[in-house]
């Protein structure tokens, strides 16, 4: 193992020895903004899987890279519209973002089992220039075992490293003891479909056609009563054959409050919040003589068939059931072909804001 | 009351875990967490966590005991989340914990998720070198505190009028504050989960670059509501032309106004309790509960309300491992229970506090 100090060695030999020793595969320690991070050719497999072994017990957890910049990293991940907004923002800098891996880029071992990836671009010159002179990624783990302090100096990093670990340090570049700033910032845009874009949605609906009626609710008791009095419009289909109801509409809008006015005219005294995390939220009505189901759905973060599928839908879709879907068109065709067969009534709504308004377009 | 140690399971969300407690002390706690596996779903999938916590509990139980260092002989009950919680996942831990009761012929305790963060403050770690068998089994003589319980699930103030005595002053009428922080989190374009990412912002932020609307002034009661502050959000980023427009520093200043924001509205309300509400301490639970800012501002408003709680240290779980999702503080809480010993019971995933 070699230790250089960049305070002594001339900057072009630190970045010749570093390359060099990143080429034939070795492991290095470097500085960067953050922490000490332990780097090797992301694209060499024999190389990466020291890694692994020097990193120890990670138990699955995916590395992240570090290019050079934008358009190098567009060679290994593909990037969406939410991903170069946030590297505009925030790259160089202590951010990782997460993107969909191209596959076969890297090395086995280094996007994580679901084929995503961290990339990272440090605001730290020496690295940036050792990356660009590499002309490949290298990983951007920090540079402690599994479960060991942060490193921001040489010192403490080797003071908690086995001498097997220790072992396969092939190079360190030596900065002292580094500012504690905290590790970068994961983003990860593999999930969303980027706010702005869904918010558009609604805008290119204008098209005024007669399938629809528009009602104006000028407060969230209105919101409720709208609701109230929609469900008992459909109080036939309810009972006959179940309903559906398909909520539209930006985030803060009242889609919530709209479900809550209908657990209010189904008699549903529990709190209605939101089903943010569990995706479905069941109430039992009692109603004059009918008893069934509300069951409030948010499919915000359904964005796959495979991931539609496990929620078991078609069970929920029986007579005397409500079903009230928020972010409704994620799932419409899926969902729209389910009722195919249990055939139940079904209201799909468009709600958007207009000042201190909320706009309904009711489709049913 | 249980005088002796507790096998405690909680499978109430995403994470499955198990600890061995005896009266306020963790022997262990173990939490198995599904972080990864979910990520693909981008949260809890109710389908995905039932497999999981299936895979998981036998292992977790196993390492919990050997942690502990107890045996079978030496447990007195087991105690397992009832509720609230994620229904599919609930039932794997209590038809486990029913199996763990009837093979080894121990009584069963049913716990209240949220019961287990208010007393997660009262856990404490096992003291090195001294035996389990030398711990005290006695819980201390509570009168009145009040528990600020916030987690992405939950934000209530309740009142614990005695151990097993609870009163819900107040809670969310929407979103909870962990999910508003979420949210206005994906609209800033942070991924999913947003939450943690606008709490690492909002250090490098300006919390009073954006004055939000201050929720619910003129109602009387301590309820809170977020989706007015979701409702500004938006129209605030639309006014400023969108997120893409926004710089580094843009981001870092929305994100520290709204969980300021967030947080203000907490304060607001507590406040206001502890003007009317005789208070002896108030305690903070739940996994927002790690989040330093909203611990300030706590002292800061228990220091403000002029010496109308007795003792103003404001009480904290001892580890962060406490404020998440955990056995630990289940263990904790079933201790004191002395009632509904019972080896029937079903899940409730939105059991109300007693």
């Keep these: 193992m070699q230790i250089l100090d960049v305070n002594t060695e001339s900057t072009p030999a630190v970045l010749e020895q570093a390359v060099n020793t990143l080429l034939s595969g070795g492991l290095i320690i470097f500085p960067t903004e953050t922490t000490y991070g332990a780097g090797v050719d992301a694209t060499n497999p024999e190389a990466v899987q020291k890694l692994l072994t020097f990193k120890s017990r990670r138990e699955g957890k995916p590395l992240s890279i570090a290019v050079s910049g934008q358009e190098m990293a567009e060679k290994y991940v593909e990037l969406n519209d939410q991903a170069k907004i946030l590297y505009r923002q925030f790259l160089p800098g202590p951010v990782t973002v997460v993107s969909n891996v191209v596959t076969g880029s890297v090395a086995p071992g280094v996007a994580s089992e679901f084929g995503t990836l961290g990339v990272r671009i440090p605001e730290y010159q020496l690295v940036l220039d050792m990356v660009k002179m590499l002309g490949k990624p290298i990983t951007a783990t920090s540079a402690n075992g599994s479960g060991k302090p942060r490193p921001y100096s040489v010192e403490t990093i080797f003071k908690h490293l086995s001498d097997k670990q220790a072992s396969l340090v092939d190079l360190v570049i030596d900065a002292g003891t580094l500012p504690s ?88 005294n529990e709190k209605i919040t939101s089903p943010t995390y569990s995706y479905i939220q069941e109430y039992d009505f009692k109603r004059h003589d009918t008893t069934g189901k509300l069951y409030h759905l948010d499919m915000w973060k359904v964005d796959s068939k495979e991931a539609f599928e496990r929620l078991e839908l078609a069970e929920l879709m029986k007579p005397g059931n409500i079903v009230v879907v928020e972010w409704f068109d994620q799932v419409t065709l899926w969902l729209t072909e389910l009722n195919n067969q249990a055939k139940l009534g079904f209201i799909s709504i468009d709600i958007k804001q207009d000042g201190n308004n909320r706009i309904f377009k009711i489709y049913d | 009351m249980i005088r002796g140690p507790i096998l405690a399971i909680d499978t109430s969300c995403d994470d499955t875990s198990a600890a061995v407690t005896i009266g306020r002390y963790v022997l262990s706690n173990v939490i198995a967490s599904q972080t990864e596996l979910h990520r693909p779903y981008g949260g809890v999938f109710p389908t995905v966590a039932k497999q999981a916590h299936r895979e998981n509990i036998a292992p977790t139980v196993d390492l919990a005991m050997k942690k502990a260092r107890v045996k079978w002989a030496d447990i007195k009950a087991v105690a397992v989340t009832q509720g609230p919680g994620l229904a599919p996942a609930l039932e794997v831990g209590i038809e486990y914990a029913q199996e763990l009761a009837s093979q080894y012929q121990k009584p069963l305790i049913p716990v209240n998720h949220i019961e287990g963060h208010i007393l997660s403050v009262l856990a404490l770690p096992k003291p090195q070198r001294k035996s389990w068998r030398d711990l005290s089994t006695t819980m201390p003589k509570i009168k009145n505190a009040l528990s600020v319980v916030v987690s992405g699930g939950h934000t209530e103030f309740v009142l614990i009028e005695k151990l097993g005595k609870y009163k819900v002053l107040g809670q969310t009428l929407d979103d909870a504050a962990g999910e508003c922080l979420d949210k206005i989190g994906r609209m800033l374009n942070l991924g999913y989960p947003a939450g943690p990412v606008i709490e690492e912002f909002a250090k490098l932020g300006d919390p009073k670059a954006i004055i939000f609307p201050l929720p619910l002034t003129t109602t009387k009661t301590y309820d809170l509501s977020y989706s007015g502050l979701k409702t500004f959000a938006r129209n605030k980023l639309e006014e400023m032309g969108g997120v893409e427009v926004l710089k580094k520093q843009g981001i870092y200043d929305f994100a520290a106004s709204t969980q300021y924001a967030v947080f203000r509205h907490i304060m607001y309300k507590l406040s206001k309790l502890l003007e009317t509400e005789n208070v002896s301490q108030v305690w903070l639970g739940g996994g927002v509960a790690a989040n330093a800012t909203l611990r300030r501002m706590l002292r800061e408003t228990i220091r403000n309300s002029k010496g109308q709680v007795t003792n103003p240290k404001l009480l904290v779980p001892y580890t962060k491992k406490l404020c998440m999702d955990n056995a630990g503080m289940i263990g904790v809480a079933a201790t004191e229970i002395t009632t509904a010993i019972n080896t029937s019971f079903e899940r409730k995933p939105r059991l109300k506090l007693a």
């Design chain 1, 181 to 268: 700033n905290p590790p970068s910032t994961v983003i990860d845009t593999t999930l969303s479909t980027p706010v702005t874009v869904r918010s558009g949605k609604i805008a290119v609906d204008q098209a005024d056609n007669n399938d629809h009626n528009t009602l104006v609710s000028t407060s969230e008791d209105d919101t409720l009563s709208l609701a109230g009095k929609r469900c008992l419009m459909h109080w036939g289909d309810i009972t006959e054959k179940g309903l559906i109801i398909g909520l539209n509409g930006p985030l803060g809008v009242g889609k919530t409050v709209f479900a809550k006015g209908v657990a209010k005219f189904l008699g549903i």
